[in-house]
């Protein structure tokens, strides 16, 4: 038996690699394929056109094939409405459910293309219809992680009804955020590198954009913090995602001139070692949290200080490995999990600084479509970020503690 | 002004480093020291006895020596008892309360040393007196991290009255597990080192102790799942420590045949991605969690297929870069840390596999004295491991895929 | 003023990345283009034809952009003779000198394509033309590295008259060796990855082709040389590259037991250290040389035993960094490669195991079409090599030491 | 059978490690120790006296045991002349030759202690006798690699005569420089340790010393090209040390304005790839090497520029992955380690940048006493290179691209 649909792609889909993909995914996967029409884009503004019918031997196989082509932007011609399926339980989700990209992506309810708000990737669709009638206002389609999904939320299900629009290459070339590909410019000059990075800050500021900033506690150790707290102050910064423990290091910093004990002026170790970080954690605790012990004058510098003073919201998020934490850190993986969730989705410019764990926390909530800078000595860790799938991403090996001050001095001193 | 203080070490503390770290932390911290006596152990089972008087410019200089010197064994010469303080509120600590190495300690109350229940390192000592006298059994003495504490309790203060035994060399050699080397054996055979740690495993099954195992993913992704699964079902592992993910891929496993979408069989990627993932958690969730799902017949092999059915008790900890959870997982720190605190204290062998955000939060709890084998494939791991300071350790640099079938075979295919 | 030329494609260009690249970097470098006919591949074995014109606004940039479209498979319309320049030096090339890519090339000489010989990236393209005519017979075109350049030589400069063939997507699947994929297979089981090793081996083995293993001295620390001597001497292995350190490591252990001073049996250290690496080469100077050695009975066992014994050839190549070294190392670089150079030609399936410098050195002289296995426990190492540009390749980041006895057992064992 | 052995020690034992050493590799060999006789130094300034007993079952262990002493700092007491043997052959040495350490070193001939010339680890000793007679300007003692043995040399064996030196910890602190700890200041603030390097250099110059810096291609491609440059002509570097690639990369950045192709200041990829690299070994052979080139002028900018200009001096060394090579660069490996055996031998503070390769050979030839920097963006090298055991070094994980601007702002720009 040999079971066959059609399908359509429509763009840039050449250059952008989504035709070259969707060919391979067939003969990956045992199918073949027919192309019934090719209409070549013959100059660099004109579109693309394919269609093509797809044959498997089995539904099943056709189903995964269709699945995987859907995901890379081909849509089942024909369309019809996606099928929609109530969720039998609180966190659990229909067979077969669509689990999402996060590319823009629409889908079809009630003959009308809506597109769904928020894409996130690994998550599932849910329908909602208002009161009044049919009219494409009154429909809604956005992501829901499993955790969020009520009984009865209408669930899309199978590849029907959805269309996806994975990124197309820049037709105007893309700066120095190149395009899809996942590597990291060891090849290119730092400063110059930093220079280009700047620009986008003060591109996103003029706009009135958000600059999400995630920040791990090598910032504080390397010699990072006074210039990232410049860039706080001077409002090169609009949203802060940490953990605990960059802000302990951040705030021990200012109580005691150390960062895990160590001096970070006179680089001598006063051997207290550990102690001045529970320290730190307590007294917070004492003053009642961070913004209590800013305004009874007990912390009077450094990052999460310049956050309070200049109203940057922050969210703090607990780990297994945390000592205290702090009052202000959220423990629950998933209230904070949604907290970030919200800066993610908000944010117009990410800078990922030294940090695994939370960069892949914010990178798992981000749209393919928001740019995305990763900094990290640890090439492993850039190349692990870059691959989760940001169209439009920087990745920069170095040192985070000459990184942050050439940065400052570029956007801040060099006005 | 010229302070002093006499402090006294005795033990095997030249082979073991201690005297050398104590005459280098006077020399590093500006003080001086004076030996008024010094009787060298003669041959390798005579201890050494050394009195020696520390001289510093202040009294806070000569404090922090002291406390440095206490971490390194040394005690002050005519003990007085511990300085108590209470707590004066919760999670809040008294100034200069005295932070906790993670070696075997002593505290002084009513003239009498008593051992601290748990050693661990950063955290306080709480003394609790028993209703009826001060004789030494109503005396109780135990570390509290800082979230633990409570208003009024009897924290220790200073460096008074507080004994530390840093490990000593041992005398008989150390078989595999090297003397506080802190190193990683990656020039050493890997086939020799794992029949040592199968030894070590089989010594501690007879002795009928506790092996504690903390997994990562990779074990599932990297082909090392059904050796596990089978050290567990065999009886060689006790305890199991791990993230909502590792479960999730090894469950996914029994349910599609997949880890992340990625046929381990076959080796073929049927593009299903992460749906299946998401598709686990939310069959588990809705046959009401792991041991539910046992009992119904829809997981029926693998690691935690095997805890379940040998009664393998195993605590899965929350983290931010979650799906799901599973309804086992623990999604507060705090409550997952507390959890993971305990399976540390009772373990006398621990595993470290391929995971270092749990290795990191287990070794925080462990005392100096417990056998630690971590194995991973990237050396840093390995490194920022040991170098947290067991006393008896062994690091391996090497694949966990090829690892666990290996470490199987040896203890149950050549019995 | 604007320039145009106009290039043809033509085989399975889309999904192969070709059309995308193509595309890509005239956008990137500033032309335009206008596709002129666009005949697709309707089916899986059917060609796809592209004809576009190319502009740019001046020659210089027509001529970068047409260098690089060249490079990726188009060939100028119309095709001319290349153009042939003399060398002007030895070891000097001419001005715009053709630099070859690593795939099948081929170059119009009096009229006629000719296939160069041993592609090799990086070269210059030397056409000799035969005595008796202008037979297709008589003219042959072949890579030649800088250094082999003589005065005189008939070298190919600009882009006319080449033709470049990139590797295409295979038709019916690559098994595990990916197409161009450059990715690592850290997420895919090991047993499995080496039972697909070990067919591809046996494969070559069958079809009487050449294996060739690169080895660094990570094979004697960590334990797999005794199973890599016994795929010599059970004929897996056709011809080995190595540098003096792998040779002396591996004779060293069978003189002494030791490598580099470790006892590789009881893991003992001897504490002679370094000394037994120096003995080893002083015994086999004196001996004059390994295979002297070998037949007087000195050394007994190992890799460098087996291949004199089954008269499998190596190279051992020096570096600044060797002791001694032995009789039989190339210790000059030029000359080194140049015997590098002709195992890589020769090899249908080329090992790289644990040695950076080496796999670099003979992945220089490969062809994109050999097949290449890149084993390290480094990832960065095996990406590195992967980028290289074979067009099937495994990448296997794992653990040598177990790697190698579990691979012997495939092939030997299970017979 | 029991033998025994009587060793003394001497200095600042205690604290430098060399007590805890010796103690410990008797018990690790199997031996006893009896301690005869210990005065305990009882201030900062006063050294450390013991004389102690070994014994073994065996000759050979006793021999092993005081062999391991000996390069620990304990000599033999009551002191016999070293033993000379003449060696057999060219590049063969006599059995049981002493393989020296990199610590300074005395050997005993006719009754006097003579310090040997150019301690470098893993050689021989050979003893030069003068004509005139047995008085001590009249011998000589050296360190000889392997391969610079001649037939009749006459070579120590065993252990007696040799006294070793060990480096002491300085008693004044070590400023930045570490003593021995072979870690890594991943928790020190990098401009702060830049200042530090800086003072260094300061004080080399200032005390007509000799800085080596050790280069690696990264510098050019992150960027740190143009700082390095100003520093050579400034004054602050004495000599180089680098292969063929970094010469070529400094080069065709001079040449093309691009390094391996990629346009340093717009970071356009001019896509001629390779090409540049192979034109400028091209050129710079056609011109007959760098100086010719510079005199030319051809070549008006860089490293190798300001070398030339400046007259520094500078060993380029080739490897089998190189291309070319320029017409500077050694392709012997014998010849060229002879080479980098100088410039390491006049060193007085090396600077390690961003090449694992050329370090561990420079860092082969340096005596324990000459002060280290190394810098790399990855932990790996820079731990391995400290390891090889300077005693005094600063190891550094950072950008080369972002630290050398840096580093000629605070040496140069500050002034």
Redesign the interface.
Known sequence: MTVARTVELEGHI????M??RC???????GG????EE?E?????HEETY?RMRVLAETEADLR?IV??LNQNGATVADPRDATLEAA??D???PID?Y?TTNHPTYVRVDGEWHGIDDPE??C?IVVERGGGGSTEGDVRARTK???AIEEGDLVVTGETGIRVEPPE?P?N?GG?FGFMQGGVS????????IS?IAGEMREVREEDGTVLVVCGP?IV???GRDALASLVREGYIDSLSAGNGFAVHDLERDLYGT??G?D??S?E???????H???T??EI??AGGIEAAVEAGTIGSGVMYECIENGVPYVL?????????LPDTI????E??NA?REQAHEADLVLMLSTL??S??VG?CLPSTTKTVCVD????TV?QLLDRGSAQAIGM???I???L??LAEELIDDR
Request: with cysteine; proline share 5%; net charge negative.
């Open positions: 050449i250059d952008s690699g035709m070259a060919f391979g995914a067939v003969m990956d996967m073949e394929f027919e192309v090719f070549v884009g013959r100059h660099k394919c995964a699945h995987e039998p339980d966190q659990v989700v459910f689990s990737m690994d599932a992680v499993l955790n290459r037709r070339g120095s060891s090849e290119r000059p730092s400063e110059s590198l280009e090598a150790h390397a010699g960062s895990l160590v970070t002026e680089l170790h006063p051997r207290e070692g550990h102690k970080h529970i320290y954690i307590s605790g004492r998020a607990g780990s297994i490995r945390d000592d205290g934490p423990t629950d993986a998933i904070a999990q970030i764990l939370h892949v926390a798992n000595i640890n090439p492993a190349t090996v170095t040192d503690g000459t990184f001050p050439l």
